[in-house]
């Protein structure tokens, strides 16, 4: 096979990074866009040359104006998609936040509406279902040793090799 039809068959999914914050009652951060119909977690693209780790740190900075630091990985999902395009999407935890950072978060006005804190039962009725199931495998990692792998926001039955 020539180099060039080899790379033509290999993957080029864009990846996206987020991150999810909690209150003191357990429940997720979830932004309102101003450019989507549903809810969605502090996130989006990852650029040319960053890793995943610094997108979300980035992101959070600019749709919230804070900088907490994340925690460790919950969850990466494959998520194929026709009208999109295949993406790679990353989920890193972003622990509790305190009452001193809330009294901080400043929301990029041109792409955020509004904040809240959301049960799991209202971000699966707030959202889109792929990334709701995202948010609910993350959230169950949360009580795991090990980040979770997910396809469309589910985790994949066992594979023969």
Known sequence: MAANEHEARMAHPRMAAGALFFDAAGRVLMV???YKDYWDIPGGYVESGESPLHAAVREVREELGIA???GRLLAVDWAP???EGDKVLYLFDGGQLSAEILKR???QADEIKSLAFLT???VHERTIPRLARRISAA???RKEAAPVYLEHGERPGSFAA
């Open 68 to 70: 907490p630091e994340l």
């Open 139 to 141: 959230v169950e990692a």
């Open 120 to 122: 799991l039962d209202e």
């Open 105 to 107: 978060v400043t929301l």
């Open 32 to 34: 309102e866009p101003t």
């Open 81 to 83: 998609s026709a009208a």
